[in-house]
């Protein structure tokens, strides 16, 4: 036990308050979300102020409780891992304050983890197979990446977003259809039922840029659909929309991942970030990579939406490799990937 390297893991860029106990950077010994999405629904989205207030009622409990399931106490802790950006800034002060409260108090190293980083780093806790170097598709509410992932918190961005994320993209085109906050899950939900040839969507292609994205097109197309059957008086059948809208955002993150993947040459393929549960991208995904003969990973869904247990690998990966905060850790709201 005594060479166990267990890392207590803070999480609060959004709008979970998270708090995770990780043996030895893939045992996930707990794993504790408080969600505000009630919340924010009355809102229609996410209300900074609101989230930051949630934050310091819940991060005490949630942390009690995280060690709690673990059955450990403070003592038996290695270093506190805390995520310190990007994200939203007053939401992430909360969690960086008190990881170094903590570390400071309990006389524990300190490791400022990268929210992306953490999403990837979610793949290694169900997948002990997994290791470097693989292709990664980071797709959440607030980023869209295609990345090389060379080793751990190693990573060269291939491909990227020109406007809206994935996740963005989804969580407007609901609320455009009436479908509410967060859209992604209700998008999926709705498209089950649905044609996803019903319409057809463009596709964005970026000259001279192969593995970036765009949807903003897209969303606006979705948007004139909608405006001009409203005009001419005509129903929406929402599945059919869900599933068009889906399909084309599917289609466009799967075809520059696979084709990622074969050209640089790797054979693993994984998938990161809220969007990465989505159930058509996983299917795709799956469907693709058989037949190109890659492998893929993806985390199950409670990992891939925020949650503490994945900055907690992130951190015993950052931990090993010697990173360590100062006291003058702050919160940086739009810390890019691969940036300290
Ligand atoms: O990774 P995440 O929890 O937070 C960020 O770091 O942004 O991602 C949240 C995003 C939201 O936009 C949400 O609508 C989307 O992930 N999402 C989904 C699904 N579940 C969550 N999008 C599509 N299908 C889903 N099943
Ligand atoms: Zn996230």
Known sequence: MSEDV?????????????????????EVLSNIISSQIDLHTLYGGVVPEIASRKHIEKINQ????????????????TAIGVTYGPGLVGALLVGVAEAK????????????????????SANFIEHPDLEPPFVCLIVSGGHTHLVIVKDYGEFEIIGRTRDDAA????????RAVGLGYPGGPKVDKAAKDGNKHAVEFPRAKIEGA????SFSGLKSAVLNYINHANMMGEEIYVPDLAASFQNA?????????VAAAKEYGYQKVALAGGVASNTALRQAMEEVCSQEGLKLYYPSP??????????????YYEYQKGSRAGWDLNAVPNLKLGER
């Not at 996740?167 to 609901?174: L, P, Q, S």
């Open 249 to 257: 955002v599917v289609e466009s993150l799967v075809t520059r991942a």
């Open 101 to 120: 409260s903590i570390a400071y108090a309990a006389g524990k190293p300190l490791v400022g983890v990268h929210h992306i980083e953490g999403h990837v």
């Open 210 to 213: 192969p593995y970036d994205f």
């Open 167 to 174: 996740g963005e993209a989804f969580d407007k085109v609901a």
């Open 302 to 315: 409670i990992f891939c939406t925020d949650n503490a247990a994945m900055i907690g690998v992130a951190a």
């Open 6 to 26: 267990l890392i207590l893991a803070i999480e609060s860029s959004c709008d979970e308050t998270a708090a995770a106990v990780v043996r030895n950077g893939r």
């Open 62 to 77: 949630v942390i009690e409780e995280a060690l709690a399931k673990a059955k450990v106490t403070l003592n038996d802790i």
